[in-house]
DNA sequence: TGCCCTGTTTGATTTCGATCAACTCCAAAA
DNA sequence: TTTTGGAGTTGATCGAAATCAAACAGGGCA
């Protein structure tokens, strides 16, 4: 793991744009950026681990990150997978400074790291920052509801058409995209099986979606929605 | 449904200890609960569905609440239950003011309700209310995940395991609770079906729980946390 | 060009829990 | 006391996805 001490002018630009710091008056965020520092990892590399003390939480600059529950026996499961502006474990700054999860980089990543006791004290002092905050709790919070009652009502191929769906333009009546990282990470986050995840793939088939690689082509999107 | 205008004593009471309002300085709490309507529900009521203009959110006194979301076919699962001092669907203040989700009685109910306008102008005011919220919401966020990870990693019995391990004191090695609601409630907030629940059960009387109605013993704590 | 290595797919089997149906239990009403 | 209805249990069956195993595809590299 590299650390860098500055960000880059690009990095910047992400991060300004982020979900978190996008919500606050530039000046405020340019303040919070200055405090930042930035974490370059290679694949598979851990960011932290549950149990583990935490110091900071994070906004992905570049890549893509897993976290996830790890069990007695050694299994797996995906609570969520994070990409470029999304901001992870930011729930650290209120349960009592440890991590509950692992996080775990998918590819090679580079992370802004905000420090725990510095934020706090800025969201003490600038009740700004504090709504930032809550919005991207609130974020993080629907989407887990969201992932309850998706695994809870639909069936692998209905989880695998949502998730085409929310990455189709609206109003579109065909569409094709890029998947922005490995099956076996999307199966994951499905908490799927990856051999679930393919034939999950292959039953949509019938609804006019074909795969090539990491190539998504949607026929007739309308039709997978009532799938 | 009945509206009461004004809080008793007693309700004050358990609203100030409430996880949300008990992280406020006292003179802070005090001038939100000011602020704060009561609703006395029937058992079975809905509270909101889901679509639904959010003008609160809430904090249950009383009774326990039922959380979930509603399918194109009907079908309901729950992504939470609230019992007292805990608060529901706070994420709607920054979310675009629309329930995500339906909310129901499960049992005869008074809420406080928080008015979502007033919160945010408080909380842009003084930045310890939105600490107060963060904690709150970053407590949700935690219990979702933590059911997230939960269903992917274990089978009905153990998860029943678990819930009873939360009911019992810590260190002791062997107790006695009672369900504070139905088992089909239970069920529902486990992510089963209630002959899985009840299967369940049968299953963990080989860790020494025995059930009655909705007494449940636990012969030897230290073996259902190996279960 | 051929050979790994890794990610993905396909096939066969098993397991878990949903579903449907019948039955028990109990408490409240008549 | 009997009746009735809802909650919970038990049994039988079915279906979805995990698991185990093997084949397959494609990219990087010698």
Redesign the interface.
Known sequence: MIKVLKLNVREKEILLRSYFLSELPSATALKIVDHVTVASHEARDPIFKQGEKADYFYTVLTGFVRV??L??DG?E????IYGPGETFA??V???GGTH??CAQTAEAVTLARYEVDKLKQF?????????A???S??????Q??????D????TAPQRVANFILQNCPENASSARFRLPFQKSLLAGKL?LAPEALSRAFSALKSAGVSVHGRIIEIGDVNALRNF
């Open positions: 996830f529950r069990s007695k299994r499961a995906d609570i969520g930011e729930g700054m209120f349960n509950r999860f969201a003490s002092q600038d009740p700004a920052i504090g709504i905050l809550m919005a709790l609130s974020r993080n919070l629907d887990a509801l969201e992932c309850v009652a695994d809870r009502l639909h908490g």
